[in-house]
């Protein structure tokens, strides 16, 4: 699995008051196993001190070219060579000025200027500013050079207005840092993942559901995502935040999802069918809540159409991925379905096994390939069980 384990990250600090949210995304990139070196601008040390990044990061904290212990210890030149990937946060107008007219007077600009690694900017400034002629050239002449930027939010800015400047959650930066670090294997793929639960409605205040989170079919597309694919994710009723970079179309019911994938079906080169989709669907739903009786009372169901089942039948060149879930005759249930559906492969978990299954964060999966290869794989967290989906994805894509 990818992972910042060991990258050499050269984290740059400018003078802004965002510079504060610098200091959580040194956490999680220490924590994601990132050997961190800061590098702070003058201005950056106004508003937090280099104490901070020092204890958090580990590693002595960069501030000035001329410092003559500094200078002789690590020199900006050997921090450009060391690095694997260079993120300024915040990134200052000034900043992505002096980057953009090729200025170079202090360590962070020197530095930046001369590494040869993927740099990221994530500009953050007063509204009016990120607007202006001038920042909007530099980011434009700074894009065309292959710098990597992140868009701002919008929202109330700590200068009191309100508009386009925020600095994006140090979660967000993180994840296209990830993104940046790994290699693009599946850059050029559109992948169309589903994930979470169905709600088929029996009247105002119930359904039918069942017990799935979204954390596998979440996790795929994160991955997919990470490693360079389009992602569109279709996702059922989750309590999960929507992943970073990926278009999320949420939806309640089978047939609501079964209306959605069919709608970007014909945009996908892969589809990976994570959801639990409710078979069956009340045949009507109340406009009321349905009031209690003393007597027993029963549900009439009719069947949802099988979205997978309809998706393998039209295929050609997509490369399309199950899953199954089981409680018992894993391997024969799962084997029925991959035939049945016409899959190039399938994912099966016994949802009674320890470790595996609904709502954790782990899986145990068997990997049921077309051709008859069965993979056993060890527990793992499901991001883990979501690239080894998706190496078999790339080498299902290289033999077609
Ligand atoms: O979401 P989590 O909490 O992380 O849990 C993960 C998971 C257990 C839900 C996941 O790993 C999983 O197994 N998903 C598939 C669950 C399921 O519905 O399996 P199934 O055997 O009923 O369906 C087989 C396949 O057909 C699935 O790919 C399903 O998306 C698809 N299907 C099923 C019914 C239907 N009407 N339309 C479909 O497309």
Redesign the pocket.
Known sequence: MPTLKGKQIVLGVCGGIAAYKAVELLRLLTKAGAIVSVVMTRNACEFVTPLTFQTLSYNPVHTDMFDLYQEKEIGHISLADKADLCVVVPATANIIGKLGAGIADDLLSTTLMATKAPIVLAPSMNVNMYESAAVQHNMQVLFQRGFHLIEPDVGALACGWDGKGKLPAPAHILAWVERIATPADLAGQRILV????TREELDPARCLT??????????IARAAWQRGAEVVLVSGP?ALEAPVGIRRVGVKS?LD??AAVMRELPWATVVI???????YRPCSTASQKIKKKNAAMSIELEP??????E?GAQKTTQVVI?????THDLLH?AQD?LKR?NLDM??A?D?TAIGA????ET?V?KLLHADGRVENLPQQS?ASVAHALLDRVCALLGSN
């Open positions: 589903t994930a979470g639960p069942n017990y799935s989170s979204g954390k596998m079919g979440y996790a989750t089978a999802m079964h069918k994570a959801a639990a989709v409710a078979d949802n159409p099988d979205i997978l089942a998706i199950g899953f199954a879930a089981e249930h379905k559906k399938i994912v978990n949802i299954g609904f709502d954790i899986n999966v499901k």
